[in-house]
């Protein structure tokens, strides 16, 4: 079956540490994206990447960091510059303009940062 | 900038009712998509209708369909016949095709009744 893996589902890490949380996608799509989701809030964008090993800033982008070597890969790195981890993290992929845009969604990262 | 408001944080209806979520939104771009998504509560963000802001129709999708007022910037979900599984919270979320990026609302919980 098609779609999008994020693991682990639950992430627990001491304050001070780097966590790196993994998106892996078989979909074959070119676009990969990055959000945070807080109680009470929408969906807040980290990073993107539109092909392999180019990517861009989103609106909250501080204190996080990405790659994207391959094209089924886009791992997002919690920095401990990231004044507040604890979060709902969510990785989506589309077709990007080839296509309605339509992003899919993974099943999400609940990390936990004490 | 682009900005979506979702002014009801909750909504209730009873089973086999119609309800209707409201979205405004706010954007300087001429071409642009409409979403609305769907997060039960596991937490999976699910697609449940698009639309394309240069298609006049409103779209619809079995029991769910949008009111979509261009002028206005408003961009309405309409349940009909509500069933315990649309128990979700649900976000309107607008992407501009000049820059792939999908900037949500903060999500409305909508509660169903038997």
């Known amino acids: 079956d098609g779609g999008i893996t994020q693991s682990p589902k639950y992430l627990f890490r001491k304050e001070g540490q780097n966590v790196t949380l993994s998106c892996e996608q078989n979909?074959?799509?070119?676009?990969m994206y990055w959000y945070r989701q807080d109680p009470g809030q929408g969906l807040r964008l980290i990073y993107y990447?539109?092909?392999?090993?180019?990517?861009q800033k989103g609106d909250i982008a501080e204190g996080y960091s990405v790659s994207r070597e391959k094209k089924e890969s886009f791992p997002l790195t919690v920095t401990s510059a990231q004044k507040n981890p604890t979060a709902f993290y969510l990785c989506?992929?589309?077709?990007?303009?080839?296509?309605?845009?339509?992003?899919?969604f993974g099943p999400g990262t609940r990390l936990t940062v004490t | 900038a682009q900005t979506v408001t979702q002014s009801q944080p909750e909504m209730s209806v009873q089973e086999a009712e119609t309800v209707t979520l409201s979205c405004t939104y706010d954007?300087?771009?001429?071409?642009?998509?409409l979403f609305w998504y769907k997060q039960p509560p596991s937490r999976q963000m699910i697609l449940v209708i698009r639309?394309?802001?240069?298609?006049?129709q409103n779209a619809t999708e079995n029991r769910f369909s949008v009111n979509f007022q261009k002028a206005a910037k408003s961009f309405s979900l309409k349940i009909s016949d509500s069933q315990l599984g649309d128990a979700a919270m649900y976000f309107c979320?607008?992407?501009?095709?000049?820059?792939?990026?999908?900037?949500f609302g903060t999500g409305t919980r909508l509660q169903v009744f038997p």
């Open positions: 989506a992929s589309s077709m990007g303009s080839s296509s309605s845009y339509e992003q899919y």
């Open positions: 979909l074959n799509h070119d676009a």
């Open positions: 990447s539109q092909i392999v090993n180019d990517f």
């Open positions: 954007t300087s771009e001429s071409d642009y998509y």
């Open positions: 639309q394309e802001a240069y298609k006049q």
């Open positions: 979320a607008c992407l501009s095709y000049n820059t792939d990026k999908l900037i």
